[in-house]
């Protein structure tokens, strides 16, 4: 059975929560190579694509996802519904998930030489990550006001995030500018990809509060 996202609901404060999460996943990095230095994401677009959702199966949840260090809390305005007890919304879906849509993460870095000393060049990098492919099977649940999603584990070990495209620049568009530094590239799909496998697969997971207004 498939699912409906009505996708041109989200907005702005959406994609700028997103993109302060996957800036907190390139800040916690201990084993960045030498010649990469700080990285940042600058916007990031949702697009007008939506995943296709199909649902596999819906039950009462048997149990939480685990917590204690082992699930990300995305901070934002707690979702409203209203006139429905909680408890009667506890449920747990498993669900399939594809998605090659257009959405587009713009990223700064820095390309450092340092040779005869430490950062002694920093070439800016302007680096777009587009064309994303994700694939896999999710748990959601519902229980005591708070979703977790997590994605099962797959045979192929990549995550749900299965490819991107990055293209990146390298100095001032108004002066000469090289392109498609690969190592770089790399550098970003790589670290994207076990991130997001690190955060999101089981037993991890995402979790964000509902709110229900029971008057």
């Known amino acids: 059975m498939s699912l409906a996202i009505y996708w041109n609901q989200l907005k702005e404060e959406h994609a700028i929560q997103a993109q302060a999460f996957i800036n907190n996943l390139f800040s916690n990095i201990n084993d960045k190579p030498e010649f990469i230095g700080d990285i940042s994401i600058t916007k990031f677009v949702l ?51 594809f998605y ?38 999710a748990s959601i649940v519902h229980k005591d006001k708070q979703v977790s999603i997590s994605f099962l584990p797959d045979e192929d070990g ?17 002066q000469s500018v090289l392109k498609n530094t690969s190592k770089l590239e790399n550098f970003i799909v790589e670290t994207l990809q076990t991130k997001l496998k690190e955060q999101l697969v089981s037993p991890r997971c995402i979790s964000f509060p509902v709110n229900f207004n029971e008057s």
């Not at 199966?57 to 429905?84: F, M, Q, W, Y």
């Not at 820095?110 to 064309?131: D, G, K, M, Q, Y």
């Open 100 to 137: 090659k849509g257009d959405a587009t993460l713009s990223m700064q870095a820095e390309l450092l030489l340092n040779f005869p000393t430490p950062r002694i060049v920093c070439l800016p990098v302007a680096a777009t990550v587009s064309h994303f492919f994700v694939e896999g099977t």
């Open 158 to 174: 990549l995550g749900p995030l299965k490819d991107m495209r990055v293209q990146t620049e390298i100095g001032d568009k108004k």
């Open 47 to 97: 697009g007008r694509m939506p995943p296709s959702i199909e649902i596999v199966e819906i039950r009462t949840p048997l149990s939480a996802h685990k917590s204690d260090g082992e699930t990300s809390h995305i901070v934002g305005e707690e979702n409203e519904i209203n006139k429905i007890p909680s408890d009667l919304l506890d449920v747990e879906m498993q669900i399939k998930i």
